[in-house]
T-cell receptor, first 112, second 114 residues
Framework: DAKTTQPNSMESNEEEPVHLPCNHS???????IHWYRQLPSQGPEYVIH???SNVNNRMASLAIAEDRKSSTLILHRATLRDAAVYYC?????????????FGGGTRLMVKP | DTGVSQDPRHKITKRGQNVTFRCDPI?????LYWYRQTLGQGPEFLTY????????KSRLLSDRFSAERPKGSFSTLEIQRTEQGDSAMYLC????????????FGSGTRLTVV
C-alpha cells in the first residue's frame, strides 16, 4: 500500500492560514489523495479529496504537486475549532472501490 | 438523515464477557466499514460490507470478532470473550460505492474492558 508521511504536530495562530504538508512519493497513478480530520471524542470527518488538479471547497483547499508526490491541505483562516488531527490518506483501489488506510496524522494546535 | 449513528456511545464490560455494537449508516449508502482506534493512533480498518456482503476482513479481526449486515442496512459488530486489549474506540463509516468517494463516520463506541 502506498504510504503517506506527515509531521506529527503543527501550531498555528488563530485567523492565519495553515499549510499542512503530506508526502506520498510512492503514489500510483490511480490513487486519490484524501484528507480527513478528527476532533477530540469524534469520528473522522471528510475534508477534501483530489486526483491531479487543485481542489477547493468550503472547508479547505488541496494543492497537489505536479508529480503528485506531495500535497498540501490549506486552511485559509484557522479558527480554534480547526484544532484537530488531520489525516492525509491515499485511497487504495481494489475490485470493489476505494479503501482508506489511516496513518498517524498531524495534530494541529491553534493558538488564540 | 442524521448521519451515521452508533450505539452505545460507551460500554464498560468485564473481561470474558461478550459485547455487541450497532451501526446505522446513511440510508442510501451501500458500503459500510468498521474501524478500531486506540489512543494516539489513527483508525485501523477491520472489515467492510457492500450491501449485505462482507467483502474484506483485516487480519486484526480475530475469530472472536464477527460482523453482520443482515439486510444491507444496519450492521452489528460482536466481540466474544473480551480481553483488555480490545479496549478501543470502534468506529463505523458508510459511503456510496464510488471510486473516490468520501466516508461519513459515526462518533464511535468507546469500549473499556476491565
Amino acid at each position: 500500500d502506498a504510504k503517506t508521511t506527515q509531521p506529527n504536530s503543527m501550531e498555528s495562530n488563530e485567523e492565519e492560514p495553515v499549510h499542512l504538508p503530506c508526502n506520498h512519493s510512492t503514489i500510483s497513478g490511480t490513487d486519490y489523495i484524501h484528507w480527513y480530520r478528527q476532533l477530540p471524542s469524534q469520528g473522522p470527518e471528510y475534508v477534501i479529496h483530489g486526483l491531479t488538479s487543485n481542489v477547493n471547497n468550503r472547508m479547505a483547499s488541496l494543492a497537489i504537486a505536479e508529480d503528485r508526490k506531495s500535497s498540501t491541505l490549506i486552511l485559509h483562516r484557522a479558527t480554534l475549532r480547526d484544532a484537530a488531527v488531520y489525516y492525509c490518506i491515499l485511497s487504495v483501489i481494489n475490485n470493489a472501490g476505494n479503501m482508506l488506510t489511516f496513518g498517524g496524522g498531524t495534530r494541529l494546535m491553534v493558538k488564540p | 438523515d442524521t448521519g451515521v449513528s452508533q450505539d452505545p456511545r460507551h460500554k464498560i464490560t468485564k473481561r470474558g464477557q461478550n459485547v455487541t455494537f450497532r451501526c446505522d449508516p446513511i440510508s442510501e449508502h451501500n458500503r459500510l466499514y468498521w474501524y478500531r482506534q486506540t489512543l494516539g493512533q489513527g483508525p485501523e480498518f477491520l472489515t467492510y460490507f457492500q450491501n449485505e456482503a462482507q467483502l474484506e476482513k483485516s487480519r486484526l479481526l480475530s475469530d472472536r470478532f464477527s460482523a453482520e449486515r443482515p439486510k444491507g442496512s444496519f450492521s452489528t459488530l460482536e466481540i466474544q470473550r473480551t480481553e483488555q486489549g480490545d479496549s478501543a474506540m470502534y468506529l463505523c463509516a458508510s459511503s456510496l460505492f464510488d471510486r473516490a468517494g468520501g466516508y461519513t463516520f459515526g462518533s464511535g463506541t468507546r469500549l473499556t474492558v476491565v
